[in-house]
């Protein structure tokens, strides 16, 4: 886990809660010697580009060799799976299904629900039973077994709350999870997955992880690194140009990125090859 720690660090900027919180749980659950009562529940929430999928990615790239891709890792989409439009019987028959034959296939499989505001409300209190307190369903254990969610639900809540804190000239590695306790009230009432949700209620959810919208300095910290992994240094003069193609809010003092690091790469590489145009002309 050494190479998480560090891969984390260098990779993900601005979210002080992903060491603080995300990498200890997943360490002390992850223990081949460790017992645990219930499979590992985290719920991440923010606006998009701020992260919430690549730190995932991270996650099972180091948990299993082939990373999302792995027969071990089981991704499920709110726009393309149990939609709001098919019939909720069949949702509970296939999610149950899929659970159980994941468990079966490899214990420690890692369940993904991406964009959870486009399930259904409560579709996932139909895996209750794989996540509470019980050792054992259908003679099969599922306390080594990881649950994440994903949804931008609550980014008001988070947007909010970081600024205040940024205000008042509090570092980022001194934000506490109590300070976004307003967090897990405003999930359980906006639409999706966890409305309403005995999930919330039962208290399984093991951690609710707020991803903090992105500043100027974490977004250049992000072009460097994209530059990085294309094998080229990035000028000031080309981060600028990135820059100017992304929108900062507030608009009086232009400090958080609106969409995070989404689409740095494109912008990155339209910089970069601009360069290699003007060196072949």
């Given at each position: 886990?050494?190479?998480?720690?560090?891969?984390?660090?260098?990779?993900?900027?601005?979210?002080?809660?992903?060491?603080?919180?995300?990498?200890?749980?997943?360490?002390?659950?992850?223990?081949?010697?460790?017992?645990?009562?219930?499979?590992?529940?985290?719920?991440?929430?923010?606006?998009?580009?701020?992260?919430?999928?690549?730190?995932?990615?991270?996650?099972?790239?180091?948990?299993?060799?082939?990373?999302?891709?792995?027969?071990?890792?089981?991704?499920?989409?709110?726009?393309?799976?149990?939609?709001?439009?098919?019939?909720?019987?069949?949702?509970?028959?296939?999610?149950?299904?899929?659970?159980?034959?994941?468990?079966?296939?490899?214990?420690?499989?890692?369940?993904?629900?991406?964009?959870?505001?486009?399930?259904?409300?409560?579709?996932?209190?139909?895996?209750?039973?794989?996540?509470?307190?019980?050792?054992?369903?259908?003679?099969?254990?599922?306390?080594?077994?990881?649950?994440?969610?994903?949804?931008?639900?609550?980014?008001?809540?988070?947007?909010?709350?970081?600024?205040?804190?940024?205000?008042?000239?509090?570092?980022?590695?001194?934000?506490?999870?109590?300070?976004?306790?307003?967090?897990?009230?405003?999930?359980?009432?906006?639409?999706?997955?966890?409305?309403?949700?005995?999930?919330?209620?039962?208290?399984?959810?093991?951690?609710?992880?707020?991803?903090?919208?992105?500043?100027?300095?974490?977004?250049?910290?992000?072009?460097?690194?994209?530059?990085?992994?294309?094998?080229?240094?990035?000028?000031?003069?080309?981060?600028?140009?990135?820059?100017?193609?992304?929108?900062?809010?507030?608009?009086?003092?232009?400090?958080?990125?609106?969409n995070g690091c989404k689409n740095i790469k494109n912008y990155v590489?339209?910089?970069?090859?601009?360069?290699?145009?003007?060196?072949?002309?």
């Amino acid at each position: 886990m050494i190479t998480l720690r560090t891969n984390l660090s260098s990779l993900v900027f601005g979210q002080p809660f992903v060491s603080q919180a995300v990498l200890p749980l997943l360490i002390s659950h992850r223990r081949a010697n460790m017992y645990h009562d219930k499979a590992l529940v985290m719920s991440f929430h923010g606006s998009q580009g701020t992260g919430k999928n690549y730190v995932v990615k991270i996650l099972v790239e180091h948990l299993y060799k082939n990373g999302l891709a792995s027969r071990y890792v089981h991704y499920f989409n709110g726009r393309i799976h149990f939609t709001k439009h098919s019939k909720s019987s069949k949702h509970t028959e296939d999610l149950l299904k899929a659970v159980k034959d994941g468990v079966d296939l490899c214990p420690t499989s890692v369940f993904i629900f991406d964009e959870l505001e486009k399930f259904p409300p409560r579709i996932l209190d139909a895996i209750k039973m794989f996540i509470d307190y019980n050792p054992f369903i259908y003679e099969t254990g599922y306390r080594n077994a990881m649950f994440i969610f994903l949804s931008n639900s609550g980014m008001e809540v988070i947007n909010k709350k970081t600024f205040e804190l940024w205000t008042q000239q509090i570092p980022r590695h001194e934000f506490k999870l109590n300070d976004f306790q307003d967090l897990v009230r405003e999930v359980y009432n906006a639409e999706g997955a966890l409305k309403n949700s005995e999930l919330i209620t039962s208290s399984l959810i093991d951690l609710f992880v707020p991803f903090l919208p992105l500043e100027k300095s974490h977004v250049i910290q992000c072009i460097r690194v994209e530059a990085s992994k294309q094998g080229e240094d990035i000028t000031d003069e080309q981060i600028e140009e990135v820059l100017s193609n992304l929108d900062f809010q507030p608009e009086d003092i232009q400090t958080f990125s609106r969409n995070g690091c989404k689409n740095i790469k494109n912008y990155v590489l339209l910089s970069l090859k601009k360069k290699h145009w003007h060196t072949e002309l």
